[in-house]
């Protein structure tokens, strides 16, 4: 938000089964006008447990901090390569 430039994002999710469909709109206003551009995403959703397996079955030791960093208790997978001897 600038005096001379306005920008907003904004996202409609949608779940179907184990898959989230958002569908980012943004715009973007200036002295020239408004520009809509559309982005659409879709992931897959998976329990921990899942994401852990993933991360072993890549070759790293897997760890899970439920607090995650931003606070907002997203929790943060983190791998490490496996030691080898």
């Known amino acids: 938000d600038h005096a ?3 920008v907003v994002r904004m996202d409609v999710p949608r779940v179907h089964g ?3 469909e958002l569908d980012f709109h943004y715009l973007a206003a200036d002295g020239d006008g408004v520009e809509h551009r559309r982005e659409r995403h879709d992931l897959g959703i998976f329990t921990v447990d899942e ?9 790293l030791r ?3 901090d439920s607090e995650g960093i ?15 001897h």
């Not at 931003?70 to 997978?77: D, I, M």
């Open 18 to 20: 184990r898959r989230l």
């Open 51 to 59: 994401i852990g397996e993933a991360f072993s079955a890549a070759g």
């Open 4 to 6: 001379d430039l306005k």
């Open 70 to 84: 931003s606070g907002h208790r997203r929790g943060l997978h983190i791998g490490r390569p496996r030691l080898v």
């Open 62 to 64: 897997w760890t899970f």
